[in-house]
């Protein structure tokens, strides 16, 4: 059964077609990866599904409900959550509260017991700040729980934002390259957390330009090419499609 | 838990301060600075929260503060409403013309922000000024003194624990919202508001909801102020007044409600102490802030705290 259906999806900057007319379907449970050149309106699609841009067309339906065009803090309510390219860190909070923030749908947000702090308000935080730990550690971040956001390594703040994004105990995950600018080490180490968010029945839709991540975690493979669908299959299929290697991949060196 | 800790300590360690301070005040003159100064520092510490904390900014808060004052002294004045009520129902006005004011004012950004509130700040004024048939125009009106239930506070002493007990209430409502998932949602916007939408915060909401607390936290100093001082000009409606607010908060230290209350007792207190300087006392007045701006910027407390903690490690 398909969790996320897009159909005719476009997005359109003035004259600019940055998502041109495109349909898919992600599977639930699955990894859904979106690979392309630089432009071909990778980000924009997940600006659209995650409603930080509403379509020029086109309808997003999740679980069987049609969510087009819905806010940002709607979405995330229907399970939907995401972790941005350029990062997006609460940087003038602790990385603690950071992943608290993350539970926000899930706290008893009303204004009267909170400036009270009423026994149930403190209870809650308890239980959040001690949820928040674990999910600090699930992600590799258990050196970090008492560190300041803005005094994190970068390779920290991307496990940082999976964290927080898993917090709002989503069932569509949005990763935005998650591996960019970090060593192959920690790309490893993504690689492995990505398989286990996975098997822990959270689809996820990734975009990413390294290579070996993509083909390590990908159960379907979209290629975009100037807002439009140039391919979609498996890894092998994608790994062996003309139309790709020439507009992305490239040929191995061999066969130069 | 720590800062649970420290928050706790804080508010007593406050409460220390504001009971013993009675035994260093030898006139009246002294007790009239210290109610101005808890008054000026319920308005900061409900301003801190929208300025530093959610990362907002109001340059109309006098505005706030001056209606609730009006509401005060028009109601118990002309219509004889009984003074506690006429606090309470001027509360309550100031908080639905912010909440409708919340909602297209908190869409802008930055700069923008700014420009609105300051036009809503002198609008209020200039309603104030105009208005002579309720308000007496810039000549004033006189405010009936405050009387609950047949009790009547007798000059500056009574006054300075009414305050006194405002401020500690205040302090204690703000250092609770910090650390509450509200206090989170609306950190988090300060950080990131993409981010927090993603993560299910209703930013705008949070903003508007914000911006009421500290309007309306604003109204209360002012009615408080009317009563106290028994006459009323339009002057603490004034533009000038609402920068001296925003002053406060950004000396103490922005994100920090004991800088806040710093902020305004050295405001408060930095004009008189000066005056024993006369023609130079505009021009050391400015130098200290600007010195304090240059050399410690996130503000005084912030910045001592960060201090003490590097020597401590």
Not at chain 1, 52 to 61: L, R
Not at chain 2, 106 to 124: F, W
Not at chain 2, 135 to 157: A, H, K, Q, Y
Request: with cysteine; charged share 15%; aromatic share 8%.
């Amino acid at each position: 059964m398909s969790l996320l259906k897009v159909e005719n999806l476009a997005k359109n900057f003035g004259g600019v077609k940055a998502v041109n007319v495109l349909s898919f379907e992600v599977e639930a449970g699955s990894v859904f990866s979106i690979i392309g050149p630089n432009g071909a309106g990778k980000t924009t699609l997940f600006n659209l599904i995650t409603g930080i841009y509403a379509p020029t067309n086109g309808t997003v339906t999740f679980d069987n409900q049609n969510v087009t065009g819905l806010a940002s803090h709607v979405l995330a309510r229907h399970g939907i959550s995401r972790s941005f390219q350029n990062l997006q860190i609460f940087d003038n909070m602790t990385a603690l509260e950071n992943v608290m923030v993350g539970q926000h749908l899930h706290m008893d947000t009303r204004f009267l017991p909170s400036f009270l702090r009423l026994p149930g308000v403190v209870k809650g935080d308890a239980r959040c700040r001690k949820h928040a730990i674990h999910l600090m550690e699930y992600v590799g971040l258990g050196d970090y729980v008492r560190a300041e956001a803005d005094a994190m390594p970068y390779g920290a703040l991307k496990r940082l934002e999976i964290a927080r994004a898993l917090a709002s105990k989503p069932r569509l995950l949005l990763l935005d390259e998650p591996a960019a600018g970090l060593n192959p080490a920690e790309t490893k180490a993504i690689n492995n957390l990505i398989l286990r968010i996975a098997a822990d029945g959270i689809s996820i839709v990734l975009v990413e330009h390294d290579m070996h991540l993509i083909w390590g975690v990908s159960d379907q493979v979209l290629v975009l090419d100037h807002g439009s669908m140039l391919a979609i299959g498996d890894s092998n299929e994608i790994r062996n499609n003309k139309a790709v290697i020439a507009a992305y991949l490239g040929q191995p060196v061999g066969e130069l | 838990m720590k800062f649970w800790r420290a928050r706790r300590a804080g508010l007593l360690f406050m409460a220390i301060i504001v009971i013993v301070l009675p035994l260093f005040l030898q006139n009246s003159f002294h007790y009239d600075i210290a109610i101005l100064i808890g008054l000026n520092a319920i308005v900061c510490v409900g301003l801190n929260l929208l300025i530093g904390y959610a990362g907002q900014i109001s340059l109309g808060h006098a505005g706030f503060f001056a209606l609730g004052a009006y509401f005060s002294a028009i109601l118990t004045d002309s219509y004889e409403w009984p003074p506690l009520l006429a606090l309470l129902t001027g509360a309550v006005a100031v908080g639905m013309l912010a909440l409708i004011i919340a909602r297209p004012i908190l869409r802008l950004k930055g700069h923008y922000l700014a420009m609105g509130t300051l036009g809503m700040g002198i609008i209020i004024s200039i309603v104030l000024n105009q208005e002579v048939d309720y308000t007496g125009g810039p000549d004033g009106m006189p405010v009936p003194s405050f009387t609950l239930l047949g009790w009547e506070p007798g000059g500056n002493f009574a006054w300075y624990w009414i305050v006194a007990v405002m401020l500690l209430v205040s302090v204690w409502l703000a250092l609770n919202i910090i650390d509450s998932p509200v206090g989170r949602a609306l950190r988090s916007l300060h950080g990131s508001e993409l981010a927090a939408q993603t993560m299910g915060v209703d930013t705008l909401r949070y903003k508007a909801m914000i911006f009421v607390v500290s309007a309306v936290m604003a109204s209360i100093a002012g009615s408080t102020f009317a009563h106290y001082a028994g006459f009323l000009t339009p002057v603490e409606g004034d533009f000038i007044r609402s920068i001296e607010f925003v002053t406060m908060v950004v000396l103490g230290g922005m994100a920090s409600t004991f800088g806040a209350v710093i902020g305004a007792v050295i405001l408060t207190l930095l004009p008189q102490l000066l005056a024993a300087f006369h023609d130079y006392e505009m021009m050391l007045h400015g130098a200290v802030l600007v010195g304090i701006m240059i050399f410690m910027r996130k503000g005084l407390v912030p910045s001592i705290s960060s201090w003490f903690a590097r020597r401590l490690k």
